[in-house]
């Protein structure tokens, strides 16, 4: 079963069971999906669709920090939902330790040296690690590491 017809299952189950986060959520991926297709002509694969969850999870992070500085616990709650179901169609995400090995190994590979040499170990990792960690996460533990 291709993600699209997994969201669309979803979506239906979630309106039987009258999961309003849920059914918003999968409304929300769905019509950036479609959104894509029209603006770009063409019919997006399983990986591109990923791309589409993983860009509206980091938008929901980003949105977490904004609500905890405005102390809006009820949007920090209903966001930390979202980013649950978001996870479900994402392959496994990566631990802080799994992604600091990664970056080791490729800080090897491509022979880095110092913090310099941040855009190279991250244009290497990035690919590795596509669609299971955020690349905040990742600049983040390059930065640790050369520093």
């Known amino acids: 079963m291709s993600l699209k017809d997994k969201l669309m299952e979803d979506l239906k189950d979630s309106m039987k069971s009258k999961d309003k986060v849920k059914k918003d959520t999968i409304t929300?991926?769905?019509?950036?999906?479609?959104?894509k297709e029209i603006d770009e002509r063409i019919e997006l694969s399983d990986e591109d669709i990923l791309d589409i969850i993983a860009k509206q999870l980091k938008e929901k992070r980003m949105a977490i920090e904004d609500f905890k500085k405005g102390q809006?616990?009820?949007?920090?709650k209903l966001t930390e939902q979202e980013i649950d179901i978001l996870l479900q169609y994402l392959p496994e995400q990566l631990t802080e330790e799994e992604v600091e090995q990664i970056v080791l190994e490729t800080i090897k590979e491509v022979n880095a040296k110092s913090v310099k040499d941040i855009g190279i170990i991250m244009k290497a990792v990035m690919p590795k690690v596509k669609g299971r960690t955020d690349g905040n996460i990742v600049n983040k533990i390059v930065r640790k590491i050369l520093n």
């Open 28 to 35: 929300m991926v769905r019509a950036a999906i479609k959104q």
């Open 72 to 76: 809006r616990e009820d949007l920090v």
